[in-house]
């Protein structure tokens, strides 16, 4: 596996674990906490090889830097919004890992999104001769209507029902990160 798909891995896991905070926070800090004995290295003692756990802090330290250092690879909008709402769920635990990078990493991803979004928002632009020219900027979380392929080869099944009801409901689409006017 080379660099770039080992990235698009990363980001597709960050999603499933941006997802899993902003459903219950405390049981993905309960999944680290519990995977922590089993992540470590191994050293060669006496001919046999001895499995060395790391430290708690240290596999947050590990995981937040992973979470971090994906999150410039994330080209969709959609996806840096999850990253930033799964964020927020995580740093809402009080976890002293995660409030020990609030004031950097946290505050850096929160203000890419939110310039992401304050551009959308302002439509309005002029092009070289000072006249107005609507924005190609289109923030997909507003889109009323998935696209085609999210639904292909489901139509008239339950499964299309199910799939239009996880798209309608989806927390990216149906909370806003800002007041307009707050911006």
């Known amino acids: 596996m080379d660099k770039e ?19 219950n ?17 191994e050293r060669t003692e006496e ?15 590990i995981f ?12 969709e909008p959609r996806h840096r919004k999850l990253v930033a709402m799964g964020t927020a769920a995580l740093v809402s635990t009080g976890q002293p890992e995660m409030l020990g990078r609030l004031h950097s990493e946290n505050f850096t991803l929160w203000i890419n999104v939110f310039g992401e979004i304050k551009e959308a928002q302002n439509p309005i632009t002029t092009n070289e001769d000072g006249e107005e020219v609507p924005s190609y900027l289109t923030l997909c979380w507003e889109k009323n209507h998935a696209p085609a392929s999210f639904y292909q080869g489901s139509e008239g099944t339950p499964e299309y029902e199910r ?11 149906t909370t806003q990160l800002n007041r307009p006017d707050s911006l």
């Open 64 to 75: 937040l830097d992973r979470w971090w250092g994906t999150f410039d690879y994330m080209s």
């Open 47 to 61: 001919l046999h090889k001895v499995h060395i756990p790391m430290t708690e802090a240290k596999v947050y330290d």
């Open 25 to 41: 926070s405390v049981a993905l800090l309960q999944l680290i906490k519990d995977a922590t004995p089993l992540v470590g290295f």
């Open 5 to 23: 798909e080992n990235t698009q891995i990363l980001c597709e896991i960050e999603y499933l674990l941006s997802r899993i905070a902003l459903s």
């Open 163 to 173: 799939r239009k009801v996880i798209f309608e409901s989806d927390p990216v689409r």
